[in-house]
């Protein structure tokens, strides 16, 4: 017997065989619009909670994509529990990371250290140069929840908004998710198109460098009057501490912040050297998983920035209670996220895209970029589109040099972050940590994600010219 999540596929396949083959690929894709339009129409018009609104645009795309009525939220279902299994639990561990940083007052620490040594005009500058070194190992959403209260405190302390900050270190986080290894998406791209794996990172960093740069500081700054947001009051449930109350060193407070980076970086380290499967080897990669390392992190904060600071036991268990109050409903939502995600999955409609144009008489750079483009903009998963988007285009890098091998897996690892929406569990993570509106988010979040990819593929392009 089928479990509900296998059977899903097999349902709004033979769903869609129904049809002719034009037919089914036309209702697919007017499934998606019709179910993004669902989502946009009841959160910005209807006032609806996201939650609710993601996911009764997830049954609206299935029953239109052809699924039988019993059957609409079966994909929607598998994808929260996913993205909650995975996501979920590393929001859940970084919250309570960054409540031990609020409430010991090592965040203060952190970011007193950071005004003393850094004027304000260059404080966009700071916290890119900060999330790009940090997110070379992190995922995505790791570096977001370690950098979020980071962020938060930098914006209050410096009456600044959080756009001027935020962006910034959103853009660096997501230029090395999106084109850096070892994140998962740029590896398997890597594995596909088998490219060199130190040529794609050098190249890589390389291309990060300008992208980061364009899409973060100089970005934030118009994007700060077009979207005017007041620094942060509260920041993920900080208490009120007393201002001259104890305070962890700023070596402890870094430690906690680098921990989970150090942990990942060594699991990488051990890949890269070839002694994995080494006894000490698997040590590193198991402590280097991000669900380990911010584990272990999350257990060394209630120490060190518990215990060894003054609070007994029972007051650092009610310090990790109240840190899950504020992201409760952002898991929701980010789980909901993934839930629309997976029903555009399913229904098949980023494959029926990105076919088409892997076909198409442009350059394989080029070619390569829209078809993550599509893809990533028909699931929301920038993972989900650099995966496929390789396997479509692996036959157009037969033939090509070794640079511009790994100038592709570049082409596809910038498409893959393009325009981040309703669909992406990412649009929610940030709208409701900057507590914005849909509108404010397309206006930053998303806007730097298309200014982002599409930087990252001219800087591909040109540099396809000379090497």
């Not at 409540?99 to 950071?114: F, H, R």
Request: charged share 10%; net charge neutral; glycine share 10%.
């Amino acid at each position: 017997m089928l479990s509900l999540p296998s059977a899903a596929p097999l349902l709004l396949a033979a769903a869609a065989e129904d049809a002719a083959p034009a037919v089914s690929d036309t209702r697919l894709i007017v499934a998606a619009v019709v179910g993004i339009a669902v989502i946009v129409a009841l959160i910005v018009w209807v006032k609806l909670h996201p939650f609710l609104a993601l996911m009764l645009g997830a049954g609206v795309l299935a029953v239109a994509a052809g699924l039988p009525y019993v059957d609409a939220f079966t994909s929607f279902t598998e994808g929260l529990g996913t993205t909650v299994a995975g996501v979920g639990i590393l929001i859940a561990l970084g919250a309570i990371i960054g409540k031990m940083l609020i409430d010991s007052g090592g965040a203060d620490q952190i970011v007193d250290s950071i005004l003393a040594r850094t004027p304000v005009q260059r404080l966009p500058w700071a916290m890119a140069f900060a999330a790009f070194i940090i997110g070379i190992p992190l995922f995505f959403e790791v570096g977001v929840v370690l950098l979020i209260p980071v962020v938060m405190l930098v914006a209050r302390r410096s009456k600044v908004s959080m756009i001027v900050v935020g962006i910034p270190a959103l853009a660096g986080l997501s230029a090395l998710h999106g084109l850096v290894p070892p994140h998962p998406g740029p590896l398997i791209a890597i594995d596909a198109l088998g490219a060199d794996l130190g040529l794609t990172l050098g190249l890589g960093l390389l291309v990060s460098i300008p992208t980061v740069a364009i899409a973060g500081p100089l970005l934030a700054k118009p994007m700060a009057r077009w979207v005017p947001l007041d620094p942060p009051t509260e920041i993920l449930g900080a208490s009120d501490r007393a201002d001259d109350a104890r305070r962890p060193s700023f070596a402890t407070a870094l430690t906690v912040v680098l921990l989970p980076v150090v942990l990942m970086l060594a699991r990488t380290l051990a890949e890269t050297v070839g002694f994995e499967d080494s006894g000490f080897g698997q040590v590193l990669d198991f402590v280097g998983t991000p669900l380990v390392a911010l584990l272990i992190t999350a257990l060394v904060s209630l120490v060190l920035l518990g215990t060894r600071q003054g609070r007994d036991r029972s007051m650092v268990s009610k310090l990790v209670d109240s840190s899950f109050a504020p992201i409760a409903s952002i898991l929701l939502i980010v789980g909901a996220g993934g839930g629309f995600k997976q029903t555009l999955v399913d229904s098949g409609v980023g494959d029926v895209i990105a076919k088409g144009l892997a076909n198409a008489p442009i350059s394989p750079l080029l070619a390569a970029w829209l078809v993550a483009v599509l893809i990533r903009v028909a699931t929301g998963s920038a993972t989900v589109a650099t995966v496929t988007a390789a396997g479509i285009v692996a036959p157009l890098a037969e033939g090509l040099s070794p640079t511009h091998v790994a100038l592709m897996v570049l082409a596809i690892g910038a498409g893959s972050v393009f325009l981040s929406h309703v669909n992406d569990a990412g649009f929610w993570l940030v709208k409701e940590y900057f507590k914005m509106t849909v509108g404010q988010t397309f206006k930053t979040w998303s806007l730097m994600e298309c200014v982002l990819s599409v930087t990252a593929l001219v800087v591909v392009l040109l540099l396809s010219l000379v090497i």
